[in-house]
């Protein structure tokens, strides 16, 4: 087997550097475990970032996957088949909404939302009524219609100009969307929690009053689940907790639990008067292999009941991140729901704690500047975040030690 050092010269000689890598080279997950190629041993706080919700190997997971390959892995949108009828089915029970369409990513779920709600303001003759609002420091994707309605200006200033009629409003501030509304919004975008932005959960009032702007100008909530939905507040999807629903959802990440899928879902109404036969499409999107895998993880949600699992486990993680909020200066506030938390970070660089965890075998990430960002694995339990605590103390250690 090629050495660490090579694997890393080698993707770094023929990958694109888009990414500044860490210096690990991942080789294998058992539970809630990554490997890498020397045999080190990581605890997953990041969840190939908000992915691998059932961590890795999950028991009856890869055995749906390895049948559907054995039966079909791919058709086409141009004929049925039975894991995407079944998939979408279980969609639709789990967000009493009403039609999913299938993506191959996130990116591609905002996209098709972005042309859902636009064609919904059009089928109604409202043919000026086309405005999209959308938050500052939200992150919704790479895509050119994504990235437009991303309120981060060092994400798109090289690619200007973006897909037009985007206005921008301030997250958890009412008035600030209030001051963008008008007869040519057909849509407000927003993440219920704010994900890369920094862990921002919206407010019930904030949320409420924006699905109220809405239903006041006949146009549409579409609410970005593709990070904080699928469990991870401890509600199926976040808006749920807020009584909140919205016209469109978007999911992604967790989905497929590792296998490429996205979805946008519509509710009775913008089902009814919006994408239409020629109206969006895509090759690979809800195929039978990514379907088998959609329909596996909600069936094992079901079964093992994970929502519920999230909210104890959930609610421990809080009080152990509290603890240290209160024992570190440089540790501002914690910010989240359930298993998506933030440790803001005043003073220190957060990517070097980054970097230490991973020397003492825990993944985190980052969110914005300064946010420490764990979005673990669903399946974790009260003793793994016990050992993310020490894990991350010594870190903290290593840290002062040098400074
Ligand atoms: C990751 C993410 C996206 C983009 O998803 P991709 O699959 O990377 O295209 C969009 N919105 C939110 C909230 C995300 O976290």
């Not at 991942?26 to 190629?37: I, K, M, R």
């Not at 924006?210 to 469990?231: F, N, P, S, T």
């Not at 909140?244 to 590792?258: D, Q, S």
């Not at 704690?353 to 399946?379: D, F, W």
């Amino acid at each position: 087997m090629e050495n660490k050092e090579q694997i890393m010269e080698q993707a770094e000689e023929a990958v694109l550097h888009t990414y500044n890598r860490y210096p690990v080279v991942l080789d294998h997950g058992e539970g809630v475990y990554l490997y890498d190629t020397e045999g080190k041993k990581y605890l997953d706080f990041a969840a190939g970032i908000a992915v691998q919700a059932l961590g890795y190997h999950y028991p009856g997971y890869d055995e749906a996957l390895k049948a559907q390959i054995d039966k079909l892995m791919h058709t086409s949108n141009l004929y049925y088949n039975e894991p995407a009828a079944e998939a979408a089915e279980k969609l639709v029970k789990a967000s009493g909404m009403s039609k999913v369409f299938f993506t191959n990513s996130g990116t591609e779920a905002i996209e098709g939302a972005l042309k859902a709600a636009r064609k919904y303001a059009y089928a109604k003759g409202r043919k000026d009524t086309y405005e999209i609002i959308a938050m500052n420091h939200s992150f919704h994707g790479r895509s050119m219609g994504a990235l437009s309605v991303t309120g981060n200006e060092h994400y798109q200033e090289p690619f200007r100009p973006l897909v037009g009629g985007i206005r921008f409003a301030d997250y958890n501030d009412l008035e600030s969307v209030k001051a963008q509304f008008s007869e040519h919004t057909c849509a407000v975008i927003l993440e219920t929690v704010q994900g890369e932005g920094g862990i921002y959960p919206a407010s019930e009032e904030f949320l409420k009053g924006v699905k109220a702007l809405c239903e006041e100008h006949d146009a549409l909530l579409i609410l970005d689940e593709i990070q904080c939905g699928m469990g991870r507040t401890g509600h199926f999807f976040a808006w749920q907790e807020y009584g909140v629903k919205p016209n469109i959802m978007t999911c992604a990440k967790a989905l497929g639990c590792g296998v490429p899928v996205g979805a946008f879902v519509l509710d009775e109404k913008t089902a009814a008067a919006s994408l239409a036969p020629g109206d969006h499409g895509t090759t690979y999107g809800g195929n039978p292999f990514v379907c088998a895998a959609v329909s596996k993880v909600l069936d094992i949600f079901e079964q093992d009941q994970i929502v519920e699992h999230v909210q104890k486990v959930g609610a421990y993680l809080e009080e152990k991140l509290d603890v240290l909020v209160r024992k570190y200066d440089f540790i501002a506030e914690r910010r989240g729901r359930g298993l998506i938390q933030g440790l803001e970070i005043q003073g220190r660089p957060v990517n070097e704690i980054v970097l230490k965890s991973l020397e003492e075998g825990l993944l985190v990430i980052t969110a914005g500047s300064n946010v420490l960002r764990l979005v673990p694995p669903l399946v974790i339990t009260e003793a793994h975040v016990d050992e993310m605590a020490e894990k991350l103390e010594r870190a903290f250690a290593q840290l002062s030690a040098e400074q």
